[in-house]
C-alpha cells in the first residue's frame, strides 16, 4: 500500500485546512487509515483515525470536536477536516493504514511522506 498525503499550508488561528491521503496499491488487505502529526522537536501522535467502511472511527481528545474525517472510499481517499486551528496544531501531518481498529501507532504501516500544517498566532 501507497499513501499520499497532501493539502497541508500555512493558516492563521481559528482557520481551517483539510488534509487529503491518497491511497494506491493492496487497500482491501487493510481495515482503517489513521493521522499522526509531529511537532517540531516532539513525539508522533495520532490524531485520529476511520475505518474504510466509515463504521469505526477514533480521535484525539485533543481535537476533537474541532477535526473531523471523512472517506471517499470510490477514490480510496480519507480526508482530515481541521476546523478552528490553533498554533499548538503545527506538525507534519502524515496518514498511514492498519489492519485493527486500533490507535496504537506500532499498530500502523505504509506511512505517507507527511504534509506540513503551520499556524500562525
Known amino acids: 500500500v501507497q499513501l499520499q498525503a497532501s493539502g497541508g499550508g500555512l493558516v492563521q488561528a481559528g482557520g481551517s485546512l483539510r488534509l487529503s491521503c491518497a491511497a494506491s496499491?493492496?487497500?482491501?488487505?487493510?481495515?482503517?487509515v489513521g493521522w499522526f502529526r509531529q511537532a517540531p522537536g516532539k513525539e508522533r501522535k495520532f490524531v485520529g483515525s476511520?475505518?474504510?467502511?466509515?463504521?469505526?472511527?477514533h480521535y484525539d481528545d485533543a481535537v476533537r470536536g474541532r477535526f473531523i474525517i471523512s472517506r471517499d472510499s470510490g477514490k480510496r481517499t480519507m480526508y482530515l477536516q481541521m476546523n478552528s486551528l490553533k498554533p499548538e496544531d503545527t506538525g507534519v501531518y502524515y496518514c498511514?493504514?492498519?489492519?485493527?481498529?486500533?490507535?496504537?501507532?506500532?499498530?500502523?504501516?505504509?506511512w505517507g511522506q507527511g504534509t506540513q500544517v503551520t499556524v500562525s498566532s
Open positions: 498511514a493504514v492498519t489492519l485493527y481498529d486500533t490507535v496504537l501507532m506500532h499498530e500502523y504501516g505504509s
Open positions: 476511520m475505518s474504510w467502511s466509515g463504521s469505526r472511527t
Open positions: 496499491g493492496r487497500t482491501g488487505s487493510t481495515y482503517a
